[in-house]
């Protein structure tokens, strides 16, 4: 079993940055795929970015380029750096969890789900 929790939501103007953390409790976490997803108002859950248990990454094309997802598996977290955030970023944010190997992102292969944070950028 592993639970997440999120952290690190907030508002924010349009171009800034903020950096999301998910911590993981569980002594095995670093044999876990993490990744972040985002669900805005009326839309479904969408895929952010991925990290594998063996440190391969992989973004959704829409933050390619403006957010990095790393890993520390002492600390037992994994960061979401949100950088030139765009009014479209708004959205509550959750870190997710399977615990298998692979590169996946479709919600429903992820068994573990953190409570969400909320991400609000104004332009």
């Known amino acids: 079993q592993v639970q997440l929790a999120e952290s690190g939501g907030g508002l924010v103007e349009a171009g800034g940055s903020l950096r999301l953390s998910c911590t993981a409790s569980?002594?095995?976490?670093?044999?876990?795929?993490v990744g972040w997803f985002r669900q805005a108002p009326g839309k479904e859950r969408e895929f952010v970015a991925v990290?594998?248990?063996?440190?391969?990454?992989y973004y959704a094309d829409s933050v390619k380029e403006r957010f990095t997802i790393s890993r520390d598996n002492a600390k037992n977290t994994v960061d979401l750096q949100m950088n030139s955030l765009q009014p479209e970023d708004t959205a509550v944010y959750y870190c997710?969890?399977?615990?298998?190997?692979?590169?996946?992102?479709?919600?429903?292969?992820?068994?573990?789900w953190g409570q969400g944070t909320q991400v609000t950028v104004s332009s």
């Open positions: 569980g002594r095995t976490f670093s044999t876990y795929t």
């Open positions: 990290r594998t248990s063996r440190d391969i990454k």
């Open positions: 997710a969890a399977r615990g298998a190997t692979g590169l996946r992102t479709a919600a429903k292969d992820y068994n573990y």
